[in-house]
């Protein structure tokens, strides 16, 4: 048996989920986690949830009982000083919490997924140009599960030049899924965010996945129609594409995007840019640990 291809019953899964409609039956899904809790329950029920799945509440910026709802619960802010970013201006970090995928050299316009697979860069940013500028540099996947956090960052200061909503499906992005859907990053849909900086072009795409296909843009609030809505995933698609000028300048570590459940981000960056030692598949990682150097 190849350790790297997903059981049987998960490829039936995958197989008989490309016959759903994945995005309405998220949308679902979405809609029970906005359920508002009565006070009394919320401690039960979303303490109930954090230990099933392995949550440390004790980095949640409040306490469960001020969380309103399982989804405001998942979009947590932790509390001050509980990741630290780098402090230089070419150093990568990890925009995100989570468990390293893959990692490696973008060659020939292409990147890893799994083992014996991989897929397009300018399919995956929806843009040829921009995959021209990555080319020779390096990507980055880490796969959000239940128990991270879900708020992502900026992996350095700069500036965010332009953003692009690629619709999608949304299948899911966890292990099996990642060895047995062809393209799956480039499949699902995803939000796609452009950053100039002192280490050159970057690239950060938060890719959808089923039951979690709504991701927000702090970056932009208003994008999503009402201030803080979601952009993908809403049945009516927004404006797909934001060029700014003068572009939105970003600190180090700063909020740009957020998960309402889980999912996976791929971090790209320039011909100028270099893996640090001892980030390896399997690796957890957090917001703000080094990734590469630019």
Known sequence: MNPERP?????????????????????????????????????????????SVGIDVGEAEHPLRDYGSVN??????????????????RTLASPVDGVVGA????????????????????????????????EGGIFVTVYLSPRHYHRIHTPLPGSIVEARHVPGRLFPVNRPAVQGVDRLFVVNERLVVTMASAAGPVAVVAVGAYNVGRISAAFDPSWGGRDGASITNRGTPPPPYRRYDPPVAVERGAEIMAFHL???????????????DGIETGAEVLAGQPLARG
């Open 103 to 134: 990692l490696g050299t973008v060659t020939s316009g292409r990147a890893i997924q799994a083992k014996g697979l991989d897929y397009s860069v300018a399919a995956l940013l929806g843009d040829p140009a921009a995959a021209e500028s990555i």
């Open 72 to 89: 405001a619960f998942f979009v947590r802010r932790l509390k001050p000083g509980a990741r630290d970013f780098p402090e230089d201006g």
């Open 262 to 276: 889980g999912s996976t981000i791929v971090l790209l960056a320039g011909p100028g840019a270099a893996l640090v």
């Open 7 to 51: 059981s049987f019953a998960w490829r039936a899964l995958l197989g008989g989920m490309r016959a759903l409609p994945q995005g309405l039956l998220s949308r679902g899904v979405g809609a029970l986690a906005d359920i508002p809790l009565p006070g009394p329950l919320r401690g039960p029920v979303l303490g109930t949830f954090a230990r």
